[in-house]
């Protein structure tokens, strides 16, 4: 295998510069002739955006020439597109946390704390599940050690203020820092945390004492093992170029959590006392997050976390919902990647208050 990755460390810049000259003129000798017009403007900076989009468009096999450029460009000089920051050894972290920290956490950990003060009144308690950076835990595989060091005294200070701002948090880092000694707690080309990582922190919240611990017998089923590709790879190559460079398909073994069902009161709603919001961390069924959970708080989790969506998005609509009026549970878990909190954007469109139940 390690034969097959050093011969295509050549393979496939050969294979790039080779299909370059096909390439153009099978563009040069498109039906309608767009290129057979081309002169000195080409040159000036006004056309070179119509070029680019030429080549995007009208060259033929796009998907593959994205994948051998982009694995060329992997190659030669260790980069992948805007999006992805390479690391060591076939890592890849996403450049969200590389954006510059904000200049204060006041604004966020007020907003937070006007959340808490919301659920409140429901008679609702928030736990803050603050997620610290892939960077940071997976240091030992980035290329910065400074940039690792600096989101890691980052999530140090956002705990520390939430803290001081009275809100309830259970510390991600510390568990997940203590996995990454034994296996890893993030995939190497995802953004995520492995089923490893999330099952360490479903632990670390039960031992944290801020949720009453159920009494119900739960019982954990294996899904069937799924394969996928990372979400970082699409910035590096295509997913089948992927696996040449070195950057492995990831797998994960997901299992659903169930406790015996109450038969006492057929008619009953079953209550439910906690509530997990947050992102794809929790809402994607691969990691198996709400599930471990389950079986360490012994008592079922409703699952309110929603992908591609941000951290504040689904907490909104958690907020706005019938099921919060209705029926609120005693504890909320939020949880939150540190990396959401250095977007200028995040509170865009956020409401809080009497101002978002008058919205339901």
Known sequence: MQRLYRMSRYFLPVMFFGYVPFANLAVYEEPGGKLAAF??????GSVTHSFDTLYKTAMPHRDASIGVVGAARYLLIGEGRKGVVVGKDGWLFTNEETRPLPVSLQPSVAKIAEIRDQLATHGTKLIVLPLPAKVDVQSAEAASPELSAEMAGFYSD?????????????????????????????FATDTHWTLDGAAAVAAAIAKSGLIPLGTAEM???????????????SYVTTEGI?????????????????????TSDIFAAPQVDVVLVGT????????????????????????????????VKPMDSYLASESLRD??????????????????????????????????
């Open 158 to 186: 956002l705990l520390a203020k939430l803290n001081a701002a009275h809100v309830e948090t259970v510390d991600a880092r510390t568990p997940l820092l203590e996995l990454v000694k034994s296996k890893p707690a993030f």
């Open 327 to 360: 029926t609120p549970p005693k504890v909320v878990i939020w949880e939150i990647p540190l990396r959401y909190l250095t977007d200028p954007k995040l509170w865009d469109g956020h409401k809080v208050g009497q101002e978002l139940a008058s919205a339901d």
């Open 242 to 262: 992927a696996p040449m460079l070195g950057l492995i398909r990831e797998d994960a073994n997901p299992y659903l959590v169930a406790g015996t069902a109450d």
């Open 280 to 311: 794809s961390y929790s809402a994607n069924p691969h990691w198996s997050f709400a599930e471990a959970l389950k079986l360490d708080l012994h008592q079922d989790v409703l699952n309110a976390a929603e992908q591609g969506q941000g951290p």
């Open 219 to 233: 019982t954990r089923t294996e899904e069937p093992k799924t394969e996928f590709a990372g979400d970082l790879v």
């Open 39 to 44: 002169d000195m403007a080409a040159l000036r």
